[in-house]
């Protein structure tokens, strides 16, 4: 019996060989595909998710490279190969898978977030990738283009901070061979340690009225804590301004957010020296220091009192001037104070013992302009006399203490040269008004009023003198309420 064998046809052609350079990419990345045959002589062809599609296109190398892929270009590839007329084909490459995802973007950020950074600040910024997950990321830092930190960490510390710092950052993400997008540029830019700047409103004080200390700091910079201080003695273990002219005591045990501290004055006037100062972050970091600044009255004080003579708030320049504290209570160690051309001063070039506490300045220049005050080791405060030393040849005499309500007062315009017109017309202005023109150099009001409060100042064919203010007590004001953007201290 005679038995029949079917045989199977076999398909002797070649086998192409697909792969891939990556399977897993960001848009925007390139990926070679290569297809292989043993033998050579071949155009290779190319598919996408179906075999047995139109080629996608047809090279005669064995690579065939997708730039700059999109979404759109994810899936699966294969590749046969052919040759001669009609054209003979290998069979096809098994199927290999190209993932496309979007590129994470890189965000960096700045901590904390302020536009302006000060020398031994501390700095971090973070890089984000969003759109990547969040693990297996190895993070990049750039400053000016350049590499200056790497870490598996998302944050790159900078502490302290200093100017050698400041330029314009990025990041970037990396896993494996792939990159996020880089981040957009964060300035940095880094400061020198700035310098708080303290106001007092008003400097003069009026009893009973509020007083309202505001402290600034770099207008561009933000989330500052001030802190206030008033003006004591120098005494070592205190804080201390920089070159030790006064230690400072704390108004308050905590800084406050507000930017202005608002003073109630309540019993003893808090004349006086202020001094602010602003700190932020974690751990805190402070500005220097403000320079002092001063509450004065021109009151009359229960325990000492500054007298000047001649007795007037105006005077020439190459005269003489002299100052005397006058004790009135038990304080001892008065100093004579001034605050000129912007400084604090202490004391006369040649100050003598307590008991002839007079200072006499023989040849006045105009840089003694200013305030002048006496001032005890304890930190109390005389009443302060705002002086004007003129150059010209007319001075106006006011009263170097604030009048009261109903008190008559007289101001005499005084010509350096005297001589040469006893009976020389004058003009009288208050607030640049004028108001009286005189023969006999002298204005009186015999009835004085609150409105009669102001600047004044004398005019004659010789010249004009400066302006000097003249103030006017009336009874006490009560105690202002308390304004709810500042913070209120009774003061004692």
């Known amino acids: 019996m005679h038995h029949t064998r079917f045989l199977i046809p076999t398909d002797n052609r070649p086998t192409a060989t697909l792969s891939s350079d990556k399977e897993d990419v960001f848009t925007g990345d390139r990926v070679t595909l290569s297809c292989t045959v ?11 998710h179906r075999p047995d599609s139109t080629p996608v296109t047809t090279t005669s190398g064995y690579s065939y490279t997708l730039s700059w892929v ?7 590839y294969w590749c046969r190969a052919g040759r001669g007329d009609p054209v003979y084909y290998t069979l096809y490459s098994d199927p290999v898978q190209i993932n496309i995802t979007e590129r994470p973007v890189a965000v ?13 600040e501390t700095v971090t910024m973070r890089c984000d990738i969003h759109g990547g997950g969040d693990s297996d990321w190895q993070y990049e830092w ?6 200056v930190y790497s870490n598996t960490k998302p944050e790159y510390r900078i502490s302290p901070v200093y100017m050698s710092n400041s330029g314009s950052y990025t990041c970037e993400g990396g896993k494996g061979n792939k990159l996020s997008e880089t981040s957009e540029a964060v300035q940095l830019t880094v400061s020198d340690q700035p310098k708080a700047v303290l106001s007092i409103s008003p400097q003069w004080l009026n009893p009973g009225a509020s007083v309202i200390l505001s402290c600034e700091v770099d207008k561009t910079s933000t989330g500052w804590r001030f802190s206030w201080y008033r003006t004591v003695t120098y005494r070592a273990g205190l804080p201390s301004i920089s070159d030790k002219s006064y230690s400072l005591q704390p108004l308050s045990d905590n800084g406050t957010t507000a930017d202005s501290y608002t003073l109630l004055p309540a019993g003893p006037t808090p004349t006086g020296g202020y001094v602010c100062r602003a700190g932020r972050g974690d751990p805190v970091y ?3 220091y403000s320079e002092p600044q001063f509450l004065w009255s021109g009151d009359l004080q229960p325990s000492v009192s500054l007298r000047i003579s001649p007795n007037t708030t105006q005077h020439f320049t190459s005269k003489s001037l002299s100052l005397s504290c006058e004790e009135k209570g038990n304080s001892t160690g008065w100093r004579l104070m001034s605050y000129r051309e912007k400084r604090v001063k202490s004391g006369c070039a040649r100050w003598e013992s307590i008991t ?3 200072c006499t300045i023989t040849t006045l220049n105009r840089w003694y302009s200013g305030v002048f005050w006496c001032e005890s080791g304890s930190g109390e405060y005389s009443n302060a006399v705002n002086i004007t030393v003129h150059d010209g040849d007319v001075i106006l005499e006011s ?18 040269y005297q001589e040469t017109n006893p009976n020389l017309k004058t003009d009288f ?32 064919g010789q010249g004009e003198s400066p302006e000097s203010w003249v103030t006017v007590r009336g009874q006490k004001s009560s105690v202002c309420a308390c304004e709810k953007s500042s913070v209120c201290v009774q003061v004692s």
């Open 429 to 460: 202005y208050k607030d640049g008004v004028l108001i009286k023109n005189e023969t006999t150099g002298e204005m009186t009001i015999p009835t004085v009023s609150k409105s009669d409060e102001g600047f004044y100042k004398c005019k004659s």
């Open 356 to 358: 002839e506490s007079t």
């Open 38 to 48: 043993k033998s050579s002589g071949w155009k290779f062809y190319w598919y996408r």
């Open 286 to 288: 402070d500005t220097l």
């Open 70 to 76: 999109s979404v759109s270009d994810g899936g699966q």
């Open 108 to 120: 960096l950020t700045l901590q904390p977030n302020w536009t302006q950074i000060f020398i031994r």
């Open 142 to 147: 750039y400053k000016n283009s350049y590499s």
């Open 399 to 416: 009263p170097v203490h604030p009048v009261t309500e109903g008190d008559s007062v007289t101001l005499t315009c005084t010509f350096r």
